[in-house]
């Protein structure tokens, strides 16, 4: 009797010690869009409707890359590197003026559309807060504080033709506008789905917020009027991988 009793005891115990261990850590994978928004406009010292430089970018890319550590079957910190881009900026106006674009008829004729992209790497900490633990679905919440370089590398192209054409010398000043680069603590809170099909891998969705605080002093300085903070929609599809277990959370 007691040899059965220690035979079902050594199969017993590795899967009640399984039983006892869940996944602490995982990698977090995830891509999307982004779009920012805002009011378009400001107005310089003269009461002049300028437009401001943020508001204006074409839908972009995101992707993050993070891992994660659970501290509890609810409650989660990430740790994560995000990258957006965006490769073009455009304000169109009653239906026709482009504020990118350029002519020039007074030497010669010739036209074309000067170009203003947007990088952003960020790195941050998001606190997440899971509502079904357990479940195949299981919803939350994050809110992510994070520090962002911000890069905009502006081409006129109406120079370059200039330059083409030997009115200007290559190396010549010429005048830029907008933001060239910050540095700025921002913030993202949001909400998502987690769907846990087995039990290393889950893939969720997530949409959000994103918002950045840019420094005044890095736009143009007499350009006052296109300055303004970075603020953002964002949608993201990911998947997240576990590897690491530890005892029940």
Known sequence: ???????????????????????????NLSAGMF???????????????????????KAGIVSELGFQYNINRRFSILAELGIMYSNKWELIEDDEYNWMF???????????????????????????????????????????????????????TQWEDYIEKGLYKPGDYFD????????????????????NPIEKISVFL????????MNEK??????PERSGNFNAFLIQAGIKYSFIKSKNL
Request: with cysteine; net charge positive.
């Open 1 to 27: 009797m007691k040899r059965k009793i220690l035979i079902l005891g050594f199969f017993l115990f590795p899967l009640l010690l399984n039983a006892q261990f869940e996944q602490k850590v995982s990698i």
């Open 35 to 57: 779009k920012t928004f805002g009011e378009k406009h400001g107005i310089n010292e003269y009461g002049e409707s300028r437009p401001k430089q943020m508001p204006s970018y």
């Open 102 to 156: 350029w002519s020039c008829d007074s030497i010669y004729y010739s036209e074309g559309f000067n170009k203003l992209n947007l990088f952003n790497l960020s790195i941050g900490i998001t606190p997440k807060l899971y509502f079904l633990p357990g479940k195949k679905f299981n919803p939350f919440i994050y809110a992510g504080i994070n520090i962002n370089y911000t890069h905009a590398k502006y081409t006129d």
């Open 176 to 195: 830029n506008p907008w933001l060239r680069k910050n540095v700025g603590f921002g913030f993202n809170p949001g909400l998502g789905i987690e769907y």
């Open 206 to 213: 997530t949409a959000g917020y994103y918002h950045i605080f």
């Open 218 to 223: 890095n736009f143009a300085y007499y350009y």
